[in-house]
T-cell receptor
């Protein structure tokens, strides 16, 4: 059974600092890995999807990397802003999504 | 606007009552999913459906039931057999079940049972 872990559970940084969010998974036989953002009391918004054949994916200030052999993915958010404050979830896809518990980010103005 | 709608946003029920959560999508997606989210935990899969009139149990299906009579609709019933029904419920859909397909999520329904 796939186990997905996100460390740390919470992170607080001053505005402008770069964010590094970690995700690890136990079974490397995945089709893809997806990063989501969740605001309090809301649904999930897809940020990036990395196919198993890719090493990274970029969208604006966001960059996600994937290393299947080591079972790790990292989400980088450059020049953080208070609007980036949210919970970030990663999920591996091996025909169904397995989610980590998330990292709650607070960006201080 | 294409998307997934869930209703209601908040739902309150007394213990022992069945309750049905609505999920509708107009993305023309084949696959649909129901997840449950509890504080401090990742989402857990309850049921999923790849095509109309077919659905499969996820990791925590006990106490729940679903139907898939139309492509765009996938309602979830929380029965009185579910021991801890209070949670945030999220519906999702994707173009296909496995492989490269991205999942899209609805806004969620928060169910409180007292």
């Amino acid at each position: 059974k796939q186990e997905v872990t996100q460390i740390p559970a919470a992170l607080s940084v001053p505005e402008g600092e770069n964010l590094v969010l970690n995700c690890s998974f136990t079974d490397s036989a995945i089709y893809n890995l997806q990063w989501f953002r969740q605001d309090p009391g809301k649904g999930l918004t897809s940020l990036l999807l990395i196919q198993s054949s890719q090493r990274e994916q970029t969208s604006g200030r966001l960059n996600a990397s994937l290393d299947k052999s080591s079972g790790r993915s990292t989400l980088y958010i450059a020049a953080s802003q208070p609007g980036d404050s949210a919970t970030y979830l990663c999920a591996s896809n091996d025909y169904k999504l397995s989610f980590g518990a998330g990292t709650t980010v607070t960006v201080r103005a | 606007d294409g998307g997934i709608t869930q209703s209601p946003k908040y739902l309150f029920r007394k213990e022992g009552q069945n309750v049905t959560l609505s999920c509708e999508q107009n993305l023309n997606h084949d696959a649909m999913y129901w997840y449950r989210q509890d504080p401090g935990q990742g989402l857990r899969l309850i049921y999923y459906s790849q095509i109309v009139n077919d659905f499969q149990k996820g990791d925590i299906a006990e106490g729940y039931s679903v139907s898939r009579e139309k492509k765009e609709s996938f309602p979830l019933t929380v029965t009185s057999a579910q021991k801890n029904p209070t949670a945030f419920y999220l519906c999702a859909s994707s173009n296909g079940l496995a492989g490269t397909y991205e999942q899209y999520f609805g806004p969620g329904t928060r169910l409180t049972v007292t």
